[in-house]
């Protein structure tokens, strides 16, 4: 028997690794910025391990390739590890806004971070499945990680509610997924990705129409995954009773997660029919759009707004899904790449100002944000550029994502989906300038005192200058996306 090459695991090695390290490191580690910091330097070294495997650096024994591995059940390649650097990047991010925040919460445990970093773990093991059932386990330890997260202050009865609506609801997303697998392998013989390609290339669909069917159960499982609609209704109150470090977590990492999975499983194992899918997903982007810039408007509570304005931009992504061809994907996993530094970056704010304790809250509420320019102009000014960039006004990051959403739309035909997109884009502007009116425009209540730390305004400066900076010189992560996306 030989053994598989683990060079293309290399990363995720690495990662189970040292996670398990500094998981025993807890116990004997009181002062639990230590774990933070490790986690965060544990993020970085597999970063920098996976950039040497992209360049094809040589010379180093623990320098990972690209290529299959376990008979193609494990694929690294540019796509993952596109999504892989992007689940680090807000891995470090969401670690970054934590530190202070699980202190004024009262849950300052090292578990926290450890749960990150297992969440994290499970994505990179999406992003690289080649088989259905990795796919799978992969899923299933991102999930009960981001579950256990969502109810972690656990004397918090939004917090538990959380958890538990998570939890339920999941568990049937993750029911269509192996209902649908079981009738794949049923059908085909075969959870391999490529497999149910080979087999369906050269039996066709009309075989056996219960793979059609089997597609219906992956769109629905996939679809709680990335809260579209109408698979969304677990996301506005998740979002709200997790913890506001958590929410801003889970709004990135998870999300980019099943968009990577959905884009393998649909371009790979489904391509041959493409036009068939895409004609489900159509009307899937546009409700998801409608639900989400609509109702954003009547919210008064800043994390159910962000919470739905995420199931919009859900919608937008799906463009770059159902446009398909080089240019969709690359343009889904650019606008991605950018939503993560404009949406961490507000939930940092909201953080900013959440000074109370566990019962007294402040900073959810968007009337928190009345004349908060005049007490804390910075803080307005950086919550101004992350409304403009999640609104898709330039200079901003957001704008160039849009962008190329909707111009991937327009090349492959799908013109009127981009005009939708357009409109509802500027239905949203109304519920994020709403939040720049109040901190411009209205006089404050009170005196409010900034839960200001050295980690959240190193995540603020970074997503600041990196939503500003792609809005200008947008070519170096648009070219990196190409790259990556090449011949996927």
Known sequence: MQMPDMRPLM??????????VILVLDLFIKRKLIIAVLSIVTALFVGVILVFGFTNVVGLSIVPSFGETFSGMYIADGYSFFFKLLFLLSLVLSILI???????????????????????????????????????????????STYVLAGFMRFDRKSNEAALKYFLLGTFASAFLLYGTSLIYGLTGTTNIKGIA???????????????????????GFGFKIAAAPFHMWAPDVYEGSPTSVTAFMSVGPKAAGFAVLGRTFFIAFNSFQLDWATMLMPIAVLTMAVGNILAISQTNIKRMLAYSSIAH???????????????????????????FMNIGAFAVVI?????????????????????????????????????????????AGFIGKFYLFMSA?????????????????????????????????????????????????????????????????SSLIDLARTAVAGF
């Open 352 to 396: 900013l100002l959440r000074s109370g304790t566990f019962i007294i809250y402040k900073g959810d509420e968007i009337a928190d944000f009345e004349g908060l320019a005049k007490t804390h102009p910075l803080a307005s000014a950086l919550m101004l550029v992350f409304m403009f960039s999640l609104t898709g006004i330039p200079p901003t």
């Open 98 to 144: 934590s530190i202070r925040y699980i202190e004024i919460e009262q849950v300052n445990l090292g578990e926290y971070y450890i749960l990150l970093l297992f969440a994290t773990l499970g994505m990179m093991v999406m992003a690289s499945a080649g088989d259905i059932i990795v796919l799978y386990l992969g899923l299933e330890l991102m999930a009960l």
């Open 410 to 474: 327009v090349h492959a035909g799908y013109t009127w989906l981009a005009i939708v997109a357009v409109i509802f884009s500027t239905i949203s502007a109304y519920f994020y300038l709403r939040i720049v009116m109040l901190m411009y425009m209205r006089e404050p209540k009170a005196e409010v005192a900034l839960a200001t730390s050295t980690s959240t305004g190193i995540t603020l400066t970074v997503a600041t200058l990196a939503v500003l900076l792609i809005g200008i010189l947008p």
């Open 198 to 220: 080979e087999y369906i290339g050269t039996k066709g669909i009309t075989v056996h129409p219960a793979l059609l069917f089997s597609m219906i159960l992956f769109i629905a």
């Open 314 to 340: 859900t919608g937008y992504a799906l463009i770059g899904v159902i446009a398909g061809g080089d240019e969709g994907i690359a343009s889904m996993m650019n606008y991605l790449f950018i939503y993560a």
């Open 11 to 20: 990363p995720e090695l690495i990662m189970v690794s040292l996670s398990l």
